[in-house]
């Protein structure tokens, strides 16, 4: 397997995020990555990362680029979107910024970056919020609403399949962890009005095609009586709705 980091990078390392096809995805925090294969516990060459970059100590066309403490998500149709600097590079400096960068994107393999509602949403140094999303999915891992239970105290129970996605879907090189590896529910009335609810609980947090799971939820404060569809979502990928009827008794006891 390639070397990822080295002394002049701080011994820094980006994101590892786990691919649909199930192996990891470990980018470097110079230009290269890596795959790993649990399933024959073996390792791979990963595509390198190239850019061109310009500033005022000159130019290079084939920049190298590499993620030491940087964002990466993983897109609901299985493509790796990340951040990288160019820091491997003889002429980088502070103040440098990318003309463009050619960053290679990883097929049946996604500031701070996290999935939602299959959008990734990013926090720049100025406090200011951007959504990066894409239309397409990979239906294979849509989670699906077996049952919703209306419990005691306002606790509704849900049950399916495939509630936690297929990946944790979010990453922050060696510093932190922004784990998506739980169910996101929604609920949409008909004048399309969206209430997220807040979900504990899970039975499970593993990820990929688990066959059978369990999560309780409470309902937005802002929801009223009336016909909702209850989504799911997991790593950005959304279930079909179900039709679920909230009742003053429900209401009352949130």
Not at 31 to 60: C, E, K
Not at 122 to 129: D, P
Not at 135 to 156: C, M
Not at 159 to 170: E, H, K, M, V, Y
Request: overall charge negative; hydrophobic content about 35%; proline content about 7%.
């Amino acid at each position: 397997m390639p070397v990822l980091t080295a002394p002049e990078l701080g011994f820094e390392l980006g994101p590892a995020l786990r691919l649909q096809d199930g192996r990891a995805f470990v980018i470097g925090a110079n230009q290269h990555t890596a795959l790993y294969n649990p399933a024959n516990n073996s390792w791979a060459d990963g595509p390198d990362i190239h850019g061109v970059l310009r500033n005022p100590f000159g130019t290079l066309r084939h920049a190298n680029f590499g993620a030491d403490d940087a964002p990466a998500a993983l897109m609901p149709n299985g493509h790796v979107l990340l951040a990288a600097d160019a820091g491997p590079n003889p002429i980088a400096s502070t103040a440098e910024r990318p003309e463009s960068a050619d960053l290679c994107c990883v097929r049946d393999a996604n500031a701070r970056a996290s999935q939602w509602a299959g959008a990734v949403q990013r926090w720049t140094r100025q406090s200011a919020l951007r959504l990066y999303g894409q239309r397409s999915t990979n239906r294979a891992y849509l989670p699906v609403i077996e049952s919703v239970r209306h419990g005691e105290d306002g606790v509704f129970t849900l049950t399916g399949r495939q509630l936690n996605g297929p990946s944790d879907a979010s990453g922050y090189g060696d510093d932190a962890q922004s784990n998506e590896n739980s169910p996101i529910i929604r609920l949409e009335n008909s004048s399309g009005l969206v209430f997220y609810c807040r979900s504990t609980d899970w039975s499970s947090v593993d990820v990929g095609k688990i066959p059978h799971e369990r999560v309780k939820f409470r309902l937005n404060p802002a929801v009223t009586p009336g016909v909702y569809q209850l989504f799911v979502s997991a790593g950005g990928i959304s279930s079909s709705p179900v039709v679920i009827r909230i009742t003053g008794d429900d209401v009352h006891h949130h």
